[in-house]
């Protein structure tokens, strides 16, 4: 078991569910029965602090988000390949994908495209961790949804289509 990446995904899962409620550290801080610092909640938000069990629970009761769960998410990430060290991007594919969700990383990829960047990209962590952070998304969401591509609710050819 890896105690670093499991204090990296939990710290991203706390930053996650604050940007979430759109609350600074500061204001998620005042909603805390004992006192910490903002700057020791960001330490855990990086990962590069560990809190007690005790402080992992007042963190999660006022982000009003389940331990249990929270706890899962961290584990599926850490235990599975879906929370890659860096994953490549086609960003001209990007430009152009419609889904709401990804409108920061579509903007984005324009840019670049227009920039005459390459037209793939390999992000690393902290890029797909920002950018997940731009969508209201959760780093393991983004990197499922930048696998699946654009098209990946429409029905292939060789589906058929209901017509009623």
């Known amino acids: 078991m890896d105690g670093v990446a ?7 899962e706390l ?4 940007m979430r409620r ?14 910490l610092s903002a700057q020791a909640l960001a330490s855990y938000e990086t990962g590069t602090r560990s809190c007690t069990v005790v402080r992992f629970v007042q963190l999660c009761t006022a982000l009003e988000a389940s331990p249990h769960d ?8 850490v235990s599975h390949e879906e929370y890659p060290a860096s994953l490549k991007v086609d960003l001209v594919e ?10 920061p990383a579509r903007r984005w990829a324009a840019t670049e495209v227009a920039r005459h960047a390459p037209g793939t ?4 962590l902290a890029a797909l961790e920002s ?9 393991v969401e983004l990197v499922r949804m930048l696998r699946s591509g654009p098209n990946a609710d429409e029905p292939t050819a060789d589906e058929p289509e209901n017509h009623g």
Do not use: F
């Open 6 to 12: 499991y204090q990296r995904a939990l710290g991203r």
């Open 131 to 139: 950018l997940a952070a731009l969508c209201g998304l959760s780093t």
């Open 70 to 77: 929270l706890l899962e998410r961290v584990h599926d990430q």
């Open 94 to 103: 990007l430009a152009d994908d419609e889904r709401p969700e990804l409108a």
């Open 15 to 18: 930053q996650q569910l604050r």
């Open 22 to 35: 759109r609350w600074t550290r500061a204001q998620l801080v005042q909603r805390l029965p004992n006192e």
């Open 121 to 124: 990209r390999d992000l690393d």
